[in-house]
């Protein structure tokens, strides 16, 4: 399943960012959103991005070939920006 497996990538991203940054998103973000451009090479936007994709497919049941790749390339850039690859 498409879907659990972004999921499980996110909540890597998000892992590796709390125990090396130091950061919690929480509410609508934006705060992390402001400190995690301020640590990383990602941009605010780029970490807005992040979070609300995150949480559209929190409520997508299903994600079909084209939104995975969509998603991929969005995770893939945060996790060379916050050098988690």
């Given at each position: 399943?498409?879907?659990?497996l972004l999921?499980?990538?996110a909540?890597?991203?998000l892992?590796?960012?709390?125990r090396?940054?130091g950061?919690?998103?929480q509410?609508?973000?934006?705060?992390?959103?402001?400190?995690?451009?301020?640590l990383?090479?990602?941009t605010s936007?780029?970490?807005?991005?992040?979070l609300a994709?995150?949480?559209?497919?929190?409520?997508?049941?299903?994600?079909?070939?084209?939104?995975l790749?969509?998603y991929?390339?969005?995770?893939?850039?945060?996790?060379?920006?916050?050098?988690l690859?």
């Amino acid at each position: 399943n498409h879907r659990e497996l972004l999921l499980n990538r996110a909540n890597i991203i998000l892992s590796y960012i709390r125990r090396r940054y130091g950061l919690e998103p929480q509410g609508k973000g934006e705060e992390f959103c402001k400190r995690i451009a301020t640590l990383t090479d990602v941009t605010s936007e780029v970490a807005g991005n992040f979070l609300a994709g995150l949480d559209e497919l929190r409520n997508r049941t299903s994600v079909s070939d084209k939104d995975l790749l969509a998603y991929d390339k969005l995770f893939d850039v945060v996790e060379i920006k916050t050098h988690l690859k």
